[in-house]
């Protein structure tokens, strides 16, 4: 399964956008899926993912601001942030997880993201 997000965008501090994600291939509802973003400069992240049951999992960075969600029907998921602070700005991506099996690094697929800039 591949994954691409979309939604991107400038927005001001203390902000809010929402991120989608659609889905090509297989087995999308049996996959763990994650949102990561990549700041400049900075190394790729994990800031949520989101188990086959619907459960979210974040990072201390975004919890509490972040809320990730997918649509196994719609083969899409979704992150909806809130209170965007200048330190959110990075790519966001979306992906499958897959936990202690890979190093983010080790990724066989990453799609082009999309950009996210918070800024007055």
């Known amino acids: 399964v591949q994954l691409q997000a979309s939604g991107g965008g400038l927005v001001q501090p203390g902000g809010s956008l929402r991120l989608s994600c659609a889905a090509s291939?297989?087995?999308?509802?049996?996959?763990?899926v994650g949102w990561f973003r990549q700041a400049p400069g900075k190394q790729r992240e994990l800031i949520a993912h989101i188990t086959t049951s619907g459960k979210a999992i974040y990072a201390d960075a975004v919890k509490a601001r972040f809320t990730a969600s997918r649509d196994n029907a719609k083969n899409a998921m979704y992150l909806q942030m809130n209170s965007l602070k200048p330190e959110d700005t990075a790519v966001y991506y979306c992906n499958r997880y897959y936990g202690l099996d890979l190093l983010i690094d080790e990724y066989p697929y990453w799609g082009q993201g999309t950009l996210v800039t918070v800024s007055s």
């Open positions: 291939g297989r087995d999308f509802s049996n996959n763990e």
